[in-house]
């Protein structure tokens, strides 16, 4: 198994407890939950279930009546409720005699839970009534609609809360870990080139896994992009029609953050997108934040009600600039698009994303590692001089890390024009901020900065290898 090593670390001691656990694990749809616990487990459950998309209660049921049939040693039958299931998988379970626990693993729950079923309900009486009293269980439920994960399993105020004694939200691959992947397949990528895939497809190992090792990065994004076949032609509108009910209010708010690197407060997605205030459109923004489509980050000394949304998820920015509106009937389109202007405004924004995901290995080469900080981003209010500032690290040891992000094919070069750029975003900060913590420049960039006169007014610098750090 390729990364996953924290993931790794915590099942273990679920298995090594002295006591039943009631497990959730979550994450955006292809980041590879059920990869990680079949293969942890090696396929070696008491009992495994995977619900059904878009199916009716009775369907879920006979479905879930295959899966006792299939772990149990007598034929189960069909039952026409979720709690008479349950009692079925309490039967099976009491029969098996093992030294070691008893893995119940619920894949896409979610989907089992049908409206007006009383799924939730049965496995609450299932958990409460049963489970929790054994000591050799380990229950694994797993969706990737993470709102439904939270609002029912995790937050739920019914029979289930506070049960769950264990979770885990699992993230992308980080930089080193696409890596590692990629080397464990025998592919020979520069990092320049496993950085130029993950600003399209983020560390979602699905993805990582249709790349074909004869082909280059670039071939390979024609090939599973805008190709007659394309294996990802369909993925948008699947991707977030599987995550969510009315899924279309979710895509006029992605598509309106897609229009502003810089994000948009709650007012302005509102009046971009004509949709309702209200507490739908809360849920709607939690939702799309929880699924890891958009992060909320506030200015520096702004107010919480100054949030701002931006667009997070790399495949969905890809989706936007370069797929839907594709007119071009170009098979070979990225490789052609080199030089096009949109994928260099696209680049750069893409970029400071992927060094947005990686803040923990950022402050491991700045050496901060283990010093409490803030980020946040800022903005001038000098409408004459509205110096804009990417990413600020404040730290707790009186020190504020202004960074400038920066992609660039070669060497950044800071000449005399930028290298006043830089002294003027320092000096505007503090002149409006009032800050008295010592103010360091940072650059991050690709493949670093030219050391040139100039060169040495920068206090720190970060390289995209920098990103690679474990």
């Known amino acids: ?40 487990f090696n396929d070696k459950f008491a009992f495994y279930h ?49 030294k070691s626990k008893k893995v119940v693993f619920l894949d896409e729950i979610p989907w089992m839970d049908t409206p007006r079923s009383g ?23 797993c969706g990737s609609a993470t709102s439904w994960m939270t609002d029912e399993i995790l937050k739920n105020h019914r029979g289930l809360h506070n049960r769950v004694t264990q979770q885990i939200h699992l993230q992308p691959f980080t930089l080193a870990e ?32 249709l790349m074909k090792k004869e082909l280059s990065v670039t071939q390979n994004i024609d090939n599973l992009c805008f190709s007659t076949n ?27 953050l897609s ?6 407060t709650r007012e302005e997605i509102i009046e971009s997108t004509k949709l309702a205030n209200g507490g739908s459109f809360t849920r709607t923004l939690n939702d799309l934040e929880l699924c890891g489509f958009i992060r909320k980050y506030r200015g520096f000394d702004k107010k919480q009600r100054e949030s701002l949304f931006q667009l997070s998820d790399f495949y969905t920015l890809f989706y936007f600039n370069f797929l839907k509106n594709n007119l071009f009937d170009d ?16 680049s750069g924004y893409a970029f400071e994303q992927v060094c947005l995901a990686h803040l923990p290995q950022i402050k491991q080469k700045l050496g901060i590692a283990g010093v409490l900080t803030k980020t946040a981003s800022w903005r001038s209010n000098n409408k004459e001089n509205a110096a804009q500032i990417d990413l600020l690290v404040e730290r707790n040891d009186r020190v504020i890390n202004l960074c400038e992000i920066k992609y660039a094919v070669d060497e950044f070069v800071i000449d005399k024009q930028y290298d006043e750029i830089l002294r003027k975003k320092r000096a505007s900060f503090r002149e409006e901020t009032k800050t008295r913590k010592t103010i360091h420049i940072t650059m991050i960039t690709t493949n670093g900065v030219r050391h040139n006169q100039y060169w040495g007014n920068i206090q720190s610098e970060v390289t995209m290898d920098d990103l690679f750090l474990c």
């Not at 980041?31 to 990680?36: D, P």
């Not at 509108?237 to 598509?255: G, P, Q």
């Open 1 to 40: 198994m390729i990364g996953r090593k924290h993931e790794r670390g915590q099942l273990t001691g679920f298995v090594e407890a002295e006591k039943s656990e009631f497990i959730v694990i979550f994450g955006r749809r292809r980041v590879g939950k059920t990869y990680l616990v079949r293969e942890f």
């Open 50 to 98: 995977t619900g059904m998309a878009n199916s009716n209660a009775d369907t879920q049921l006979q479905n879930f009546n295959a899966s006792l049939n299939r772990y149990g040693s007598m034929r189960y039958p069909i039952v026409d409720n979720w709690f008479d299931a349950f009692e079925q998988l309490i039967h099976l379970l009491s029969q098996k005699k093992t």
């Open 119 to 141: 799924f939730i309900a049965a496995l609450e009486h299932f958990w409460n009534g049963w489970a929790s009293a054994q000591k050799d269980m380990l229950l694994i439920v």
């Open 178 to 209: 696409c890596e590692e992947y990629f080397a464990h397949r025998g592919m020979e990528l520069s990092r320049a080139e496993i950085v130029e895939n993950y600003m399209i497809f983020g560390g979602i190992p699905y993805y990582l896994s």
């Open 230 to 256: 394309a294996p990802l032609k369909n993925e948008f509108d699947n991707l977030y029609a599987s995550l969510f009910r009315n899924y279309e209010n979710y895509v006029k708010i992605v598509e309106a």
């Open 259 to 264: 229009t502003k690197t810089k994000g948009l």
């Open 331 to 346: 098979f070979h389109y990225w490789t052609n698009a080199i030089e096009n202007a949109r994928r260099r405004a696209w």
